[in-house]
């Protein structure tokens, strides 16, 4: 077995031997040379340049802080060896954050063909569950039984594939009162695969999208730490998966969804399904009353072009709301960046045919396309009184690393989304 390669900090300037690299070695194990700048991007950094030089196992010596250590954790490893960290200091809630991370990751990287709509509803529900199994229950609405519940955001976009679509809802409630108000409801994109449906996705956009379930792993990870950090309000999480594939049972360009809440959407690129099916979760979580609603999703590359891998994108209609989710992304360290959502942003999808359309025919949704998304999912987020907060995930994946990230899943947004419910 490798043995643990000491990793130690220091404000030194590097040796004049090791030229201008951020890393040197002595007998002792290997130094990282802070700058006087931004040292959480520097350690990240320095994390991979040690992973791509074959080091597995680290311990973390010397003068550490918390948020030193996540952002080493952050940039070590890779998607088959995550690697081992030996913590400077506050282990057991590192060592929560690092195993929240690692699933969240894991979910990602599954394989299309072995993360389903159900074995992922399944999985979450199981994996939480163990957690306080005294005071969450679970409820799945699978297949048909989606549309006869009115579910047809779910139903549609994923009755195309020969592998059911599935809602996941799960009640967590420490409090033992059955009325128990429900503090946050999360809401998760689940699409485990997105083939672009008869908006067919080009084999490079394609190759990449077992990670359109990326909302989901994130708020279910989210939550799981939060719980082991000693969440004590209810939340209620919803979880909404399918495949988005082409078949002859697939939904059509043209099609016309009728949502519960009254709504009328008439689909006109089948490649901005994540909306279709975050709008029921949407309306599931305020049926339920939640006081406050997040959700997460991969969802436009507006919005990746607009903010990069190192940010997520938030958009709300409630200010409170929003300076809360930048507070708590500050707290944890996490790129977040507004972009822009007022109430016209919801007529940016006109149908001559319906009360709105799910997308524009334009590539990308056209110009605001971040916005116009979210402007969509308004009609469905209601107005809870503690308001909705929107994240589209821009950076919760990278496709082919870069010099922060190993390729794929990057857990960008677990902990502001943890921080979020450990302070409602």
């Not at 070695?25 to 006087?36: E, S």
Request: charged share 15%.
């Amino acid at each position: 077995m490798t043995s643990s390669m000491n990793v130690r900090l220091t404000h030194e300037a590097v040796a004049p031997k090791w030229g201008k690299a951020l890393v040197s070695f002595d007998q002792q194990g290997a130094l990282i040379h802070l700058p006087a700048g931004d040292e959480g991007r520097w350690i990240q950094t320095a994390a991979r340049i040690l992973t791509t030089q074959g080091v597995e196992q680290v311990t973390l010596s010397g003068d550490w802080s918390v948020a030193q250590q996540w952002r080493f954790a952050q940039g070590f490893g890779m998607p088959l060896v995550p690697g081992e960290i030996r913590w400077a200091n506050e282990h057991d809630s590192l060592q929560a954050q690092w195993e929240a991370m690692l699933w969240l990751k894991s979910l990602i990287h599954a394989s299309p063909e072995a993360l389903s709509p159900e074995v992922l509803a399944d999985e979450v529900a199981e994996r939480i569950s163990a957690l306080a199994p005294d005071q969450i229950t679970t409820k799945q609405i699978v297949g048909d039984a989606l549309l006869t519940a009115g579910w047809v955001g779910i139903y549609g976009v994923g009755r195309g594939s020969d592998r059911p679509p599935a809602l996941l809802e799960l009640d967590y409630n420490p409090t033992g009162d059955s009325n128990a108000p429900i503090s946050v409801a999360l809401v998760g994109k689940g699409i485990t695969f997105d083939s672009g449906g008869y908006s067919i996705k080009p084999s490079e956009g394609m190759v990449t999208m077992k990670c359109d379930m990326g909302g989901a792993a994130t708020v279910a990870a989210a939550l799981m730490l939060a719980i082991r950090k000693g969440l004590s309000k209810r939340v209620k999480l919803y979880l909404c998966c399918a495949e988005n594939l082409v078949s002859g049972h697939a939904y059509k360009l043209g099609d016309i969804l009728h949502y519960k809440n009254g709504t009328s959407v008439e689909i006109v690129n089948t490649d901005a399904e994540g909306r279709l099916v975050l709008a029921d979760g949407l309306i599931a979580a305020n049926e339920a009353g939640a006081e406050r609603i997040i959700d997460a999703a991969t969802l436009t590359g507006a919005a990746m072009m607009a903010v990069g891998s190192d940010y997520n994108a938030l958009f709300s209609m409630d200010e409170q709301a929003a300076a809360d989710a930048l507070a708590a992304a500050a707290d944890a360290d996490e790129g977040l960046w507004r972009l822009p959502l007022a109430p016209f942003h919801a007529e940016k999808c006109p149908s001559s045919f319906a009360d709105t359309a799910n997308s524009t025919i334009t590539k990308g949704g056209g110009a605001g396309g971040a916005s116009n998304a979210a402007g969509f999912l308004s009609r469905f987020a209601g107005t809870p009184p503690k308001g909705w907060i929107h994240l589209d995930i821009a950076g919760s994946y990278v496709k082919g690393g870069n010099q922060l990230n190993h390729d794929g899943a990057t857990g960008l947004g677990l902990l502001t989304v943890t921080n979020l419910l450990l302070q409602a």
